[in-house]
């Protein structure tokens, strides 16, 4: 209907940011100096967190991106970037990465989950993983470097409707992408856009055949955060296991590899401490009940119980996803990787938490 056009076509509407923000070059004045801007190993004065405590906590879980401050955003790119020295080893300056930064947030929509917050926090969670399971020795710089681009990018613009609500509604998107991940699609195409620009293109530095290895992995990476392909990838991973047959030697499998990382952290919020994982309940459900109620604004039907505001049950809700989504992936993930066990334990007492939850309801 119109009105579901319209309010997308709004949502989607660059417009207000343009006004508010003005433009990248403005923006980069007030943290880049001009004898800043063609360094690539040293991170700009502004741009570095201003209290250790946060620096401290970048590389952990008791992060909730919610909490930190708009350029604390952009200075956990500038660390992570640099921490895993893709900076200097890749030759992007700090005009380049800002530019760069900046260009991708514009993208990010203004919506309760699937927003910019988002976006950090997996490239947050992805460095985590990196860092405590020791994957330095694994993957390769190019790999890791993929990773993180895709960590950041994976929602670009998201319009904070599922796959299915989007072609079920005739969405744009929905119409142009139906029978395809429709939202996943679309992340890769903004990201092409972006990194497609000269002035953006991280990938600059890298010959032919690595570009061409770069895109083959994030395009994979983005694609694969489409849950209606979860329970492949786990079921695919733990055959290979079973049998015995997974291996880094094989190029195939250090893909998996990736694309569990990328996707636990993209459900990281189940692993962080219970009151961050409950926060970040509460703004996703708000995400889901917006989406139920245009659903039934427009009486195309309720995609999922978890879209009715009015018959919601939170913990009920996390223990399901927690046991039949969540616990199969982070186990899975810690055959593959080992030391990201404690991830397992994580989730298990936050769903101890859920469960004691339902138990007082009762
Ligand atoms: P680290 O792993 O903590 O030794 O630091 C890795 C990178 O962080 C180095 O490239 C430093 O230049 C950079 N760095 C050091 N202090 C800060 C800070 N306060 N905020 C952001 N980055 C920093
Ligand atoms: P997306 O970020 O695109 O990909 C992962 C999806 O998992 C996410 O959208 C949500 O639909 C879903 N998800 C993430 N966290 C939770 C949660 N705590 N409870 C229910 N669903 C979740
Ligand atoms: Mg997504
Ligand atoms: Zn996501």
């Known amino acids: 209907s119109f009105s579901t056009f ?17 433009n ?30 946060l620096k401290a906590k970048i590389l952990t879980i008791n992060v909730f991106s919610c909490d930190l401050l708009g350029i604390d955003h952009i200075r956990t790119v500038f660390y992570i970037f640099n921490r895993f020295k893709i900076c200097d080893e890749f ?23 699937h927003n910019w917050t988002h976006a950090c926090d997996v490239l947050q969670y992805t460095a985590y993983e990196l860092h405590i399971g020791e994957l330095e020795n694994v993957f390769t710089r190019l790999e890791i470097f993929a990773l993180l681009v895709s960590a950041i990018c994976h929602d670009a613009n998201h319009n904070g409707y599922n796959n299915i609500y989007n072609v079920k509604s005739e969405t744009p998107l929905g119409i142009l992408f139906k029978g395809q991940s429709v939202m996943e699609t679309h992340h890769v195409t903004i990201t092409i856009n972006i990194l497609d620009k000269d002035e953006l293109n991280l990938f600059h530095s890298l010959s032919k055949e690595n570009v061409r290895k770069m895109w083959n992995i994030v395009i994979k990476l983005i694609l694969s955060t489409d849950m209606s392909l979860h329970f492949n990838l786990v079921k695919n991973t733990s055959n290979l296991l079973d049998n015995n ?47 139920g109620d245009m659903e039934k604004e427009n009486g195309i039907g309720l995609s999922s119980p978890m879209n009715d505001r009015e018959n919601n049950d939170k913990p009920k809700s996390q223990i399901g996803f927690y046991n039949f989504i969540c616990l199969p992936l982070y186990q899975v993930t810690a055959r593959v990787f080992p030391k990201l066990q404690v991830n397992v334990e994580h989730v298990k007492e936050n769903l101890e938490v859920w469960m004691k939850m339902v138990k007082q309801e009762e």
């Open 6 to 22: 319209a309010a997308i076509a709004l949502e989607n509407s660059r417009l207000k940011d343009i006004e508010k923000y003005g």
């Open 91 to 113: 030759d992007i300056n700090n005009e380049m990465l800002f530019k760069f930064v900046f260009e991708l947030w514009k993208t990010y929509n203004d919506v309760p989950y």
């Open 24 to 53: 990248v070059e403005t923006e980069m004045m007030k943290y880049v100096s001009e004898s800043e801007r063609s360094l690539t190993n040293t991170i700009p004065e502004k741009l570095r967190f201003q209290s250790e405590e």
């Open 245 to 291: 047959e997974f291996s880094f030697e094989n190029e195939d499998h250090r893909q998996i590899g990736l694309d569990l990382l990328l996707k636990v952290a993209d459900i990281s919020n189940v692993s962080r401490p219970f009151e961050i994982a409950d926060k970040w309940c509460t703004i996703l459900q708000e995400e889901f009940f917006r989406q």
